[in-house]
Structures are given as structure tokens and as C-alpha cells.
């Protein structure tokens, strides 16, 4: 009798040992990947490491993260600054296979896109955020990733952007949009000249380089006839301190021509932002990681996913000084910049 119960005690001690409660002694660790310090990318971060815990995985308890950011210079993106690049995220990515992490988390499209071979390949599931168009990032499509990877996009419906937009500016018939070679910029510059004239709207644009001041090409586009400006996902916008940014900003108080930013993140310049909130994207990033580490999900079986409703917020006080009607339905949604 003795060893019966000896052994019942015995089996429940192992099940229990394997039991959830108990795997959740154990802590996890993920490598994140980053290129360029950019603050959206931060938001993304923040978001993602709440999202983690939200569903039970808090750093110092039972996770650790290391991040690492590749520092760029964007000025200098030169093609052999590109292969650089290139070299250094592929040099990262095979640190991360080496140190065999639980899960690796990238940010931005050139992370995921480049490092995602070399990690996935070593059995490391692989989750990212702040990539606007997936599919060029490896996955099949915008809703699905693809073995051992998937994540959140901050993928915007152009098209309901743009109706904002008319609805906005209803007399407006030009869009101007400024944009560098950065590749989520020209691809989200031709889906918004795709989209663009089934909202009556015409687009001149015009690509400079990124050490190349944004004055003279938004000059060009007003002379064009350029009524209202756009700012697509662009890097470019970023750098030299928000020197695009600053640029346009003058440009909208001389001239008083309004411009809206498809990046939901405040900086000068814009009277209206429309898009994804890089926090919340990356919520839904944590989420998906959660599942992974916790729930033992294959990364290809959980969907991309995007945040459904469209972010708007509005400069009000910029809206005044350029003395701008903008109808109220879009001011009781919008949330006001802080």
C-alpha cells in the first residue's frame, strides 16, 4: 500500500512539475532587432513589451529581452552604404541564430525582410511590427505570414485615408506628395497615386534624395497645383531633427496649404494625421508573441494582424492659425495633438 501511494505521490509531483503554474517558472528570453533609432519604432517597442505583459510575461520576472539597434546613417544611404547595411543585418541575425532565443522580435521592413532567412532557418520563431506591407517583408500576403514568422502591420487603408481627405478638403483636387527612395515610401506613394483619382483626387509627386532639402520639390509641386501635401511612410521626414518636417511646416504657413501625414505620430508640419498607432500595432505583436512562448502557437497558423479602424488626430491650433475649415464630423473623431 505504502508504494502505491509512494508512487501516486511520485506521478503527481512530475504532472505537476508540468503543469502550467509551473511553466510559468521559467523565463523566457527574446532578441530584438531594430534598424535606425526612429520614435515611432519606439512606440512600436513600448507597445510590444506591454503587450507581453498583458498576457503574463513581464522582463525581470520570467523574461529577459536584449535589443539591438543598427545604427544607419540615413544621409549617407549610398549603394554601398546599403550593402553595409545589408552585411550588418545579416551579421545580427546569424548572433541571434547563435544565441538560440526563445523568439526574436523584429522592427521595420529591412530587419524583418533581411534577418528573417537566417533566423527562421535556425527554428527560431520569428515576430515583427512597424512593416507596413508584409508581403514584401517574405510574408504571403497581408493577413498571412509564412513559415515561422508572422506579426502586426501597420498597413493603412489608403483608400479610406484619402476619403478623410476629400472629406476634409472637399475642394481640393491636387495632392502633393514628397517622398525619398525608401522603399515602404515608394510603395506607399504609387498606392496612393493608384488609389488617388477613384477619390477625385490627381497626385504629382516628386522623389528627392535624402540629403536633398524638401523646399524646392514642395515648391515645384505647388507650381504644379498642388492644393493639399500627404506625407507617406518615409524615413526622411526623420532626419536632421525633423528637417523635412520643419520645411513643410513653413511652407504651410506662407503659402497655406495644408498638409496631412499618413504616419499617426505628431510632428510639425501636418494639421491632420491618419494611420496606425505604432503602439497599439505593436500591442498586437506582444500578443502573438505571448501566444508563442506560452501556448506553444506556430507562428504561421496566427494571422497578421493591423489595427481595423483608421487613428485620426488633429492640430486644432494649427487649424486656427491657418484659419482652415475643416467639417466637424472629422474633428469630434479626430483626438486632439498634445
Known amino acids: 500500500m505504502k508504494r502505491i501511494i509512494g508512487a501516486l505521490l511520485f506521478a503527481a509531483l512530475v504532472l505537476g512539475f508540468a503543469a502550467p503554474g509551473y511553466a510559468q517558472d521559467r523565463t523566457y528570453r527574446i532578441e530584438v532587432l531594430q534598424i535606425v533609432a526612429l520614435a515611432p519604432f519606439q512606440d512600436a517597442y513600448e507597445g510590444f513589451v506591454k503587450g507581453l505583459e498583458k498576457n503574463g510575461l513581464v522582463q ?13 546613417d540615413l544621409e549617407k544611404a549610398g549603394l554601398w552604404q546599403k550593402v553595409g547595411l545589408l552585411r550588418r543585418i545579416k551579421s545580427e541575425a546569424s548572433r541571434i541564430a547563435d544565441a538560440r532565443p526563445d523568439l526574436a522580435f ?3 521592413t529591412p530587419a ?9 532557418s ?14 514584401s517583408a517574405g510574408c504571403r500576403s497581408l493577413t498571412e505570414g509564412a513559415p515561422g514568422l508572422t506579426g502586426s502591420t501597420v498597413y493603412m487603408n489608403v483608400k479610406d485615408a484619402l476619403s ?8 481640393a483636387g491636387t495632392i502633393g506628395v514628397v517622398h ?7 510603395q506607399h506613394t504609387e498606392e496612393i497615386k493608384r488609389e488617388a483619382p477613384g477619390m477625385g483626387f490627381s497626385v504629382t509627386a516628386k522623389q528627392v534624395g535624402k540629403n536633398d532639402h524638401l523646399s524646392p520639390a514642395a515648391q515645384e509641386l505647388i507650381d504644379k497645383g498642388a492644393e493639399v501635401f500627404i506625407v507617406p ?10 528637417e523635412a518636417w520643419n520645411e513643410l511646416d513653413e ?11 499618413f504616419v499617426y505620430h505628431k510632428s510639425p508640419g501636418a494639421i491632420l494625421y491618419l494611420g496606425s498607432d505604432y503602439g497599439l500595432v505593436g500591442g498586437l505583436a506582444g500578443q502573438h508573441a505571448a501566444a508563442i512562448l506560452k501556448d506553444g502557437s506556430k507562428p504561421e497558423s496566427l494571422p497578421i494582424l493591423r489595427q481595423e479602424d483608421l487613428n485620426i488626430m488633429a492640430d486644432v491650433e494649427k487649424i486656427k492659425k491657418l484659419n482652415i475649415d475643416i467639417p466637424l464630423e472629422i474633428l469630434q473623431l479626430a483626438k486632439p495633438v498634445q
Not at 112 to 120: G, L, P, R, V
Not at 164 to 171: D, M, N, Q
Open 122 to 135: 535556425s527554428g527560431i520563431p520569428l515576430v515583427f511590427t512597424g512593416v507596413a506591407f508584409p508581403q
Open 251 to 261: 511652407i504651410t504657413r506662407t503659402r497655406k496649404i495644408p498638409a496631412v501625414s
Open 106 to 108: 523584429t522592427i521595420g
Open 164 to 171: 478623410i481627405v476629400k472629406l476634409a478638403f472637399p475642394s
Open 233 to 242: 511612410l518615409d524615413a526622411y521626414y526623420g532626419m536632421r531633427n525633423n
Open 60 to 72: 525581470g520576472k520570467n523574461l529577459t529581452i536584449n535589443r539591438t539597434i543598427v545604427d544607419f
Open 112 to 120: 524583418t525582410k533581411y534577418a528573417k532567412d537566417k533566423i527562421i
Open 180 to 186: 525619398s527612395d525608401d522603399e515602404t515610401a515608394m
